[in-house]
């Protein structure tokens, strides 16, 4: 089993290149490289598929060691490298993301600009034109493996240009590496830009006298193929974070931005940045201390300061950035030791076993480096995107490749993977306008929900079919389709008003499908179900929040016979049945007890007729859900904890503890 969401992304292109499709579609990359890479190796491996699928983040993740190893031997620093590898290649931040199972592009995200700056430091030191060549070809490369890899190619170039011009090299070499450097960035197809860096190197080793010319040309084709403008987004959505998105149609509407909910883009504390960089705070400001040292010996480590600096934004964008600092901190770790030690063994050189002794110390200060990762290793138990049981359940669906199964964006790709059905939001496609409706059809009435999936789907796939069938058709046509499924109805039934057009759902005539729509509610959605709630509790013309009801999720609780302590600041009278809230009291209106045994019971307690709340208990899950009355009405509620559908909107095809699976009809 995989243990990230885009995992599965990677992992269906993959599986439909091994099946013979070659149609790539949003949700089956065959043409990313984590795709053709697996295919290639199930391909020419006695492994099964699954088993490539976890274990290549293992074998490629370990490859880092490699520039390490390459840029020191060229420092001449080949013991202060072994000692950067082996802390680099198990830091904390860089385990958790290329650990068995994490099948994404973080398993050569590190390497290849650790490759890319070794090129650049030979290439500055030797002037030899091979490294020129390197470099390009890096570039092509990580960015076919990465496509997001754009801003930190920028940053290598721009400290180069910078050195170069600040230090008035007049060189046609370095004009040669720059001008190659941005040919390799441009925002062309990676076959293009591939055959434009081996002709501008043909092009260099004959007419080097020609290097200024050919800068200027670059920098011309960079700016027309995009330039600037990758840079800028991802520093908008990580850095930058908007709380609202802006829909771009006749009438704006104003969604909730899935930045504020993923925790990898969220602020983190200090110490934990340190943590996750080097295994602890003292680790890291040992290795920061190295770090400036090795600056000030060897100048042309300057290049590994945007990596550096793209860790330490984890600061403002999220855990997901401490990943590029691993190596760049470790760098330093291995360079004071040596220092360390051979200071050591000068001040001591005449002592008796001072051979033996600095060898000792050497390994204990490796292995006081190593042990807070290590030990973070052995303890770190990453939970899987689906278990087992899920699975299983999910491929044994019988969905046609037309087919919709609908549920929140973290399981989207997941969805597509084991059922081969289409996915109305995954882990691309859930920006706000698009999380909207799924999250509305959570908390909406069966009647409502079930109405506003079938129009989402309905606008997905027209959109998606007029985008496909129509490649050739102007920008400026298709930036007027609509943004959102919401606008889409607005402009068919002539709506200026998004909250009359919700309050108006059933009486709107629905759409035709030619495709089987399916729901799919896991049992682990319900932890979260407060934080879906944040992109459909959202006035859409003004963009201000509206109150959510009260929904809260209690696992080890603790009871005696007259309290139930569900947290700290809120707990039952039994007796009375009224729920504490801090220092506020309520009535309790029903107390629901559900439970799995052969088959789904539930039992329904009446408490206080003008009770406000309700307590379920789902004994399954030894789980508490503290609600509102209002959302036992809502789709999620009825479906998945009390299993009360209406079988004029919603029809049961798998039922499971874990996981409740049903058709909109």
Do not use: C
């Not at 190659?180 to 092009?203: Q, T």
């Not at 602890?280 to 990596?307: A, D, E, N, Q």
Request: proline share 4%; glycine share 4%; net charge neutral.
């Amino acid at each position: 089993m995989l243990t990230t969401h885009d995992s599965y992304y990677y992992a269906k292109g993959a599986k439909d290149l091994l099946e013979g499709t070659f149609i790539q579609t949003s949700n089956s990359p065959i043409y990313s490289a984590p795709s053709i890479l697996a295919a290639f190796f199930v391909k020419i491996l006695p492994f099964s598929f699954d088993k490539i699928l976890f274990y290549l983040p293992i074998f490629l993740s370990s490859l880092i060691v490699i520039p390490i190893i390459l840029l020191f031997a060229h420092l001449k620093e080949l013991q202060a490298g072994f000692i950067a590898a082996l802390l680099a290649s198990v830091g904390v931040s860089y385990y958790n993301r290329t650990m068995g199972g994490y099948f994404d592009t973080d398993m050569l995200n590190i390497t290849l600009p650790l490759l890319l700056i070794w090129s650049l430091s030979l290439a500055i030191d030797t002037k030899k034109d091979r490294y020129i060549l390197f470099t390009g070809l890096e570039i092509v490369f990580y960015r076919w493996w990465y496509p997001q890899s754009y801003s930190i190619e920028f940053a290598f170039f721009a400290l180069l240009a910078l050195f170069v011009f600040l230090k008035k090299r007049d060189s046609f070499y370095h004009f040669g590496l720059l001008s190659i450097m941005l040919i390799a960035m441009m925002g062309l197809p990676d076959l293009v830009r591939l055959f434009a860096v081996i002709a501008l190197f043909i092009f260099f080793t004959k007419y080097k006298k020609h290097s200024k010319t050919t800068l200027f040309l670059a920098f011309i084709l960079f700016l027309a193929t995009g330039g600037f403008n990758p840079i800028y987004s991802k520093l908008k959505g990580y850095v930058f974070k908007d709380e609202l998105l802006v829909s771009g149609d006749p009438i704006p509407l104003y969604f909730f931005t899935v930045m504020q909910t993923i925790k990898e883009a969220l602020l983190i504390p200090t110490e934990l940045i340190f943590t996750r960089i080097s295994g602890h705070s003292l680790v890291f400001f040992y290795s920061l201390i190295g770090y400036v040292l090795l600056l000030f010996r060897y100048k042309i480590t300057l290049l590994t300061l945007p990596m550096l600096g793209l860790g330490l934004l984890s600061y403002f964008g999220g855990l997901r950035f401490t990943i590029y600092a691993v190596p760049i901190l470790a760098f330093g770790f291995g360079f004071l030791t040596m220092e360390l030690n051979s200071i050591f063994k000068n001040r001591f050189q005449k002592e008796r076993n001072i051979g033996v002794l600095s060898k000792a110390f050497v390994v204990t200060a490796v292995f006081l480096g190593l042990y807070p990762n290590i030990n973070h290793i052995i303890s770190y138990k990453a939970p899987t995107v689906l278990n087992h049981h899920e699975a299983k359940q999910l491929n044994e669906l019988e969905l046609k490749n037309d087919d919709y199964i609908i549920s929140w964006w973290d399981y989207g790709y997941a969805l597509s993977f084991f059922t081969g059905a289409h996915t109305l939001i995954d882990g691309g496609r859930h920006q706000g306008n698009l999380n909207f409706p799924v999250s509305y059809s959570f908390f909406a009435s069966l009647k409502d929900s079930a109405s506003l999936l079938k129009f989402s789907t309905y606008y997905h796939h027209l959109k998606a079919q007029t985008l496909l069938n129509e490649k050739e058709l102007p920008k400026e046509q298709k930036s007027i389709l609509p943004s959102s499924s919401i606008s889409w109805l607005m402009r068919d039934f002539n709506y200026d008003n998004s909250n009359t057009l919700l309050k108006n759902l059933q009486t709107l005539p629905l759409p035709e499908l030619q495709r089987d729509l399916y729901l799919y509610l896991p049992y682990r959605l319900t932890p979260i179900l407060g934080t879906v709630a944040n992109f459909s509790y959202i006035d859409l013309m003004s963009g201000n929040s509206l109150p959510k009801p009260l929904f809260h999720l209690f696992q080890n609780v603790v009871q005696d016979e007259e309290i139930l302590v569900l947290s700290q600041n809120i707990f039952v009278d039994k007796k009375r049945a009224l729920v504490n809230l801090g220092e506020n009291s309520y009535k309790l209106k029903t107390l629901i007890t559900t439970s799995y045994e052969d088959e789904f019971k539930k039992q329904i307690s009446p408490l206080h007729e003008d009770g406000e709340l309700t307590l379920i208990y789902m004994s399954s899950y030894n789980s508490f859900l503290l609600i509102e009355n209002e959302l036992l009405n809502s789709t999620f509620i009825k479906l998945f904890v009390l299993e009360e559908y209406d079988e004029r909107f919603f029809k049961p095809i798998s039922l499971k503890p874990w996981a409740k699976i049903y058709k909109i009809l």
